[in-house]
């Protein structure tokens, strides 16, 4: 994001915008999952913390939407080939975490596992980072990963060698998630903030 004003094709301002949007819904999901195993005063709270998260990211990507009209669309083949490209290839990813996490929840439930239900889609969701990373040539996408991945693999642990409620260790997976896509969010914000100052 350090080029010179007005190099800055208006996809990318597109897919940073998107994805705030996208980290927004995502948070508040896991956000809402922590109220699993807190009391509720105090699971309001974390929430409510989150949702000043999520406001600032919908708003920030309302704001990149609009500003993307200042910059150039895609105007050479390759460009567009690449544009193209990333796009199939972030759909073919987005597509295939959606899919295993509705066999894994099949199959979970099917064979009475259905504790295991947060971490393992917490799993798939660290899991599905580690391709993005190679799509949008970026390498925060390994650190969100390595995170969620590493909070689920706690939580599969906890549930199968502790005695912990299952509701606390949904908890526990949910905040460390909401943190990293949270932090994915605040990253894209900073993007953001480059792309307005190439905007002029």
Do not use: K
């Not at 295993?100 to 599905?128: C, E, F, M, Q, R």
């Amino acid at each position: 994001m350090d080029a010179e004003p007005h190099t800055i094709p208006r996809v990318a301002v597109h897919s940073t915008a998107g994805g705030l949007l996208l980290m927004a819904f995502f948070t508040t999901l896991w956000a809402s999952w922590t109220l699993a195993g807190l009391p509720l005063p105090a699971g309001f709270v974390v929430v409510a913390a989150f949702l000043v998260c999520v406001v600032l990211f919908v708003v920030e990507g309302i704001r990149l939407f609009v500003l993307a009209r200042r910059f150039p669309t895609v105007d050479t083949v390759e460009r567009r080939g690449q544009t193209r490209s990333m796009g199939r290839r972030f759909g073919v990813i987005f597509g295939l975490e959606g899919v295993l996490i509705g066999v894994a929840s099949g199959v979970l439930g099917a064979t009475g596992l259905s504790d295991y239900l947060n971490p393992v889609i917490a799993l798939i969701v660290g899991l599905h980072f580690i391709p993005l990373a190679g799509v949008f040539e970026r390498t925060i996408d390994y650190w969100i990963a390595g995170w969620v991945i590493a909070a689920a693999l706690v939580g599969i642990g906890l549930l199968t060698f502790t005695t912990l409620a299952a509701t606390t260790v949904w908890t526990i997976v949910a905040l460390a998630t909401a943190c990293g896509t949270s932090t994915y969010g605040f990253y894209m914000i900073c993007q953001g903030r480059r792309i307005a100052i190439n905007a002029g």
